[in-house]
């Protein structure tokens, strides 16, 4: 069973950082594709970012030129720093992973961005 933790959610105002992180339980060579979604209340889910196993990695048009993921393989972590952020952006953000036809999630992470 794979277990992904997410981390580093918070309150912030707008124009602020965050860095959220996703700690999976194994090497995350075993997936295919990682990466981070998000849901805000009334919305479905909706791709922010992701980051293959090899190849470039893909950013929602709305977080273009703000957020950047990464990954860090000796920690089995990925991370999701976000910049410049907007009331916009706030939501529960979710870490996911993909093995072939096995897809993993965390529990969430709330991101609230208001003054």
């Known amino acids: 069973q794979v277990q992904l933790v997410e981390s580093g959610g918070g309150l912030v105002q707008p124009g602020g950082s965050l860095r959220l992180s996703c700690a999976a339980s194994r090497s995350i060579f075993d997936f295919n594709r990682m990466g981070w979604y998000r849901q805000a209340p009334g919305k479905e889910r909706e791709l922010v970012a992701t980051m293959p196993s090899s190849g470039s990695t893909n950013l929602a048009d709305s977080v273009k030129g703000r957020f950047t993921i990464s990954r860090d393989n000796a920690k089995n972590t990925v991370y999701l720093q976000m910049n410049s952020l907007k009331p916009e952006d706030t939501a529960v953000y979710y870490c996911?992973?993909?093995?072939?036809?096995?897809?993993?999630w965390g529990q969430g992470t709330q991101v609230t961005v208001s003054s």
């Open positions: 996911n992973a993909q093995a072939f036809t096995s897809v993993y």
